[in-house]
């Protein structure tokens, strides 16, 4: 997983609640292109609050004070994701506005190969970067994870949850929250996901499933490796997870 440092960072005071306003927009266009109902709104509203409060304990937590450049970048990914979320919300169970969904998560998805790269080239890498990179790739995943699972199966929503399920277990465990060696696989395989569940949203459930199938199967693929070689190379625990 990349780091990002703080070095000259872009600041940008009132970035995480400026945010929350760039969200309302988006639910409103989302709301003229795609006739988004109550269901949709809340959650938007909702994940927009969650958002702020939650990057803003972030940050205070972090010592940082602004955003760095690619940390823009995230969080406009952040917002995009707030929209995929509230437009599989307000369908659950139906395809929905496909010709809205599938662009908005699409550019969800691609952004996380652009804040990395943002981070690298301006010098800006940190551990605060990192996390909220991390997080909002999963918590993508995991909505994705929820709208192909009302159409293929509950059992699509184990490719949202390992990630939530390999935290969780790091508690009881702290030999899971170790520093995992860095792993072009373990990437490979986490940027599929996304990508797979997209692709599984828009295909016949034949077609559908064997694609999420494919997917979860690499991604426990994945977690079974690192959880073996976690075994096999007990070290001091860390704060968190490469995942």
Not at 99 to 120: M, Q, S, T, Y
Not at 158 to 182: D, V
Not at 215 to 238: E, H
């Amino acid at each position: 997983m990349i780091t990002r440092a703080q070095q000259n960072p872009v600041y940008t005071p009132g970035a995480p609640s400026a945010g929350f306003a760039a969200q309302i927009l988006l639910l409103a266009l989302l709301g003229a292109a795609a006739g988004l109902g109550p269901a949709g709104w809340l959650a938007g509203v909702f994940y927009g609050l969650g958002l702020v409060l939650l990057l803003g304990s972030a940050m205070r937590h972090a010592g940082r004070a602004a955003f760095g450049p690619a940390d823009h970048v995230t969080f406009a990914r952040a917002i995009l994701a707030g929209g995929v979320t509230a437009l599989v919300a307000d369908h659950l169970g139906t395809p929905g506005p496909l010709a809205v969904f599938v662009p908005l998560a699409a550019v969800a998805l691609a952004l996380d190969a652009v804040d990395g790269k943002v981070a690298r080239r301006t010098g800006t890498t940190s551990a605060f970067g990192a996390r909220f990179d991390m997080e909002i790739d999963a918590f993508l995943i995991l909505v994705l994870s929820v709208h192909v699972a009302w159409t293929v199966g509950p059992w699509v929503l184990a490719i949202g949850a390992m990630r939530y399920l390999f935290a969780a277990a790091a508690w009881p465990a702290p030999w899971l929250r170790a520093e995992l060696p860095a792993s072009i696989a373990r990437k490979t395989v986490a940027a599929i996901q996304g990508i797979a569940l997209l692709v599984a949203s828009v295909c016949p459930l034949p077609a559908a499933a064997a694609v999420a199938a494919l997917a979860l199967t690499a991604l426990v693929w994945s977690f079974g490796r690192d959880i073996r070689w976690l075994a096999l190379n007990p070290a001091p625990a860390r704060a968190g997870t490469r995942r």
